[in-house]
């Protein structure tokens, strides 16, 4: 049976929010008005029988009112275009945002409504976190192919390949999840969320690091070594060693051939493509012949 006719029970039912729908019955519960759109929201489900229809209603009433309701319909996709511009970033972490937005969040997380986020977090967006840890590409089983051309091409001449599954890193992951939750501040201040659903949902635990430095008179050996290879790298490599700079600051190295106190030669100085992580200025320079 198929009825979409509202039933008459406008006194059982308040607000006519229960009526019935093919072999049951469809429960809508008003949650306000979108700030962003304007559109007025609605929370909605279906049950089989009266009974579960009145209890779904209750639920519901109670979220709108708990939400009224993640005030707003918009997309996570919708906030994060909204949150990064505005998000006071060096330009570098900014365009590692971007990439991690449009590669790894908004395939899988981008039409979610927040209203849907705020409702179901943990799920929703751990689900996601599994998804990438299986399968960078999301694939659920489904990719059979990695096709290194779009549109109708000759596999065999384009060089696709049969898709194996590569697993996001777990460092990825929590770097996603530090995108998340830092776009979820914004939107909890606009008033488009009505607290933050990322404090609920748990971080991928990383692998512990260990890393295997060499011992002093092993690190002595590299030095000399890269010295007798080359008189820019033994230097450039005891930099790395005395100063435990990040990798950034390493590769940032360049050298300014302003003439030290004691004349002649260029200095490597530690240049400014990766701040350091305490914000403050280090002067470091080795001499190179
Ligand atoms: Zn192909
Ligand atoms: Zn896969």
């Given at each position: ?6 039933q008459?029970k ?7 929010t ?34 579960e ?19 707003t319909?918009a997309s996570?996709?919708h906030l994060?275009?909204r ?8 330009e570098?972490t ?20 927040l209203?849907?986020l ?10 996601s976190y599994?998804e990438?840890?299986?399968c ?8 059979l192919?990695?096709h ?10 384009a060089?696709c390949r ?8 777990a ?18 201040r606009?008033?488009?969320i ?8 748990r ?5 512990k ?14 030095v000399?070594?890269?010295t007798?290879?080359?008189p820019?790298?033994g ?7 005395v100063?435990?700079a ?9 050298p300014?051939?302003?003439?030290g ?11 400014r ?12 320079a080795?001499?190179?012949?």
């Amino acid at each position: 049976m198929t009825s979409t006719k509202d039933q008459k029970k406008p006194g059982k039912w308040g607000r006519r929010t229960v009526r019935k729908h093919h072999a049951g019955y469809e429960v809508r519960v008003s949650a306000g008005t979108d700030p962003v759109t304007g559109r007025r929201m609605v929370l909605q489900g279906t049950a089989s029988t009266v009974r579960e229809a009145e209890k779904l209603r209750t639920k519901l009433l109670a979220e709108a009112d708990t939400y009224r309701s993640a005030r707003t319909n918009a997309s996570l996709g919708h906030l994060l275009d909204r949150w990064l511009p505005q998000h006071d970033v060096d330009e570098n972490t900014r365009e590692s945002y971007e990439s991690l937005i449009r590669v790894h969040i908004r395939p899988g997380l981008g039409d979610v409504a927040l209203t849907a986020l705020v409702r179901k977090s943990t799920e929703t967006v751990e689900q996601s976190y599994g998804e990438l840890r299986r399968c960078r590409d999301r694939c659920n089983g489904r990719t059979l192919i990695d096709h290194r051309a779009d549109g109708e091409h000759d596999c065999a001449d384009a060089g696709c390949r049969t898709h194996v599954c590569r697993p996001l890193a777990a460092a990825t992951v929590g770097r996603i999840h530090v995108v998340l939750s830092a776009a979820c501040r914004p939107a909890l201040r606009w008033g488009w969320i009505p607290f933050k659903p990322m404090d609920a949902v748990r971080q991928p635990s990383k692998p512990k690091p260990s890393p295997r430095p060499p011992m002093p008179a092993e690190t002595a050996r590299l030095v000399e070594e890269a010295t007798r290879q080359s008189p820019e790298w033994g230097p450039y490599l005891w930099l790395a060693v005395v100063s435990g700079a990040r990798r950034g600051e390493m590769l940032a190295l360049r050298p300014r051939s302003r003439r030290g106190r004691h004349g002649g030669s260029p200095e490597l100085c530690l240049g400014r493509e990766k701040d350091p992580k305490n914000q403050t200025d280090r002067a470091l320079a080795t001499r190179v012949r």
